[in-house]
């Protein structure tokens, strides 16, 4: 039977949603079709709906029992052994008939109807596919293709033409896209909402470059390596706390490689981040240790009532514990889940302390103005009066004052 007014169209269209297997789909068109039968005849129980999963054209059977002439009670399940002689000349009594019903008996109102019930329930159906879909993916990684530049975010396309939403908050500072271009993150979030579900991916999440390790290095998709924790500043600096269960595994120089080989790829993935792995261990003054590499430790006071620990290094390691941008001693403390604070250990007034230290404090162009004139520590700038600093460099008073402040703070 030919569906007709636009059915086989909705079918079409059918067809084309994603997320949804055929015996799903063939569910729904013939749920559709009880619909208007009850609506119609009151109930259902007596008709067989058969939807052609090829072509999507739809067969609706009515089936009655033949009674005698006169006593039809219900003309829905029943018929008289006349007008069933009518349908097929060789039935007889309590036989069934096998009538098709064609679509004039619904109406074209009853038709449209169910055309616009069709595809609302495909697009409730597939939301809810792709909801279930990604939900179950939250933490994987997935490879797309940039389709759409936003001010605020990217629209990526997977394999299968899903929409997923990449914000710029999750995309590494020097990300940057084309339209088309191939583009790898992790799913981050799957936001439900009354429109459609919102896949949200990330760059910057820890779990990406976790995922990204157990991509590189087989030992710990096999379970021989586990990884402890991962800390980031996307696009800066990362720890990554590794541990094995096999004492003949080195478990970071598995995750190095052989000359880096592992690890570069890793690298290039998050635009150069610089990334530290570290041996796990339980000893936490070993693990603070290893986390505040390459500088190297004198001591260290851990408080564990404020999660505080005091660590103390020779005045030429600061500089290396606090790292650029103070990311190496920021990341070490997440890492191990304490603040850290860093004291030198020298107390003698002959110490002094290189610029570069500062470099937390005063700007880097201002740190290389007052190197151009021969001065690359501490004292050597609180030596200079201000005016000569003023006629030498091209600093105002104002911000003299200022560095020496900070200089002075240091010893005082």
Known sequence: MSLGIGLVESFSEFKEFKNIDRSTMMRVM??????????????????????????????????RLIVDDGEVEDPNTEISITDAKKIEADLGLNEETYEEITMEVFGRRSILAARQTLISRVLELEKDEFYKKYKDRVGEIINGEVYQIWKKELMILDDEGNELILPKSEMIPRDFYKKGDSIKAVVLRVEANNTSPRIVLSRTAPIFLE???????????????TIKNVVREPGERAKVAVESYDDRIDPVGACV????????????????????????????????????????????????????????????????AIGKGGFNIKLAGKLAGYEIDVYREDTSEEFDVDLEEFNDEIDDWIIDELKSIGLDTAKSVLAVSNDDLVRRTELEEETIVEIKRILEAEFN
């Open 257 to 320: 490689g052989m000359k880096g080989s592992r690890i570069h790829g890793i690298v290039r993935e998050l635009r150069n981040e610089n990334i530290d792995v570290i041996n796990y261990t339980t000893n936490l003054s070993l693990y603070i240790s290893r986390a505040l590499n390459p500088a190297k430790i004198s001591s260290l006071n851990i408080d564990e009532a404020n999660k505080k620990i005091a660590v103390y290094l020779p005045s030429d390691q600061v500089s290396l």
């Open 30 to 63: 013939e749920d559709v079709f009880r619909s208007m039968l009850k609506r119609r005849f009151g109930d259902d129980s007596s008709f067989d709906v058969i939807v052609n999963d090829k072509t999507g054209d739809v067969e609706i059977f009515q089936r």
């Open 211 to 225: 995922r990204l390790f157990e991509m590189e290095v087989p030992e710990i998709l096999d379970g021989l390596i």
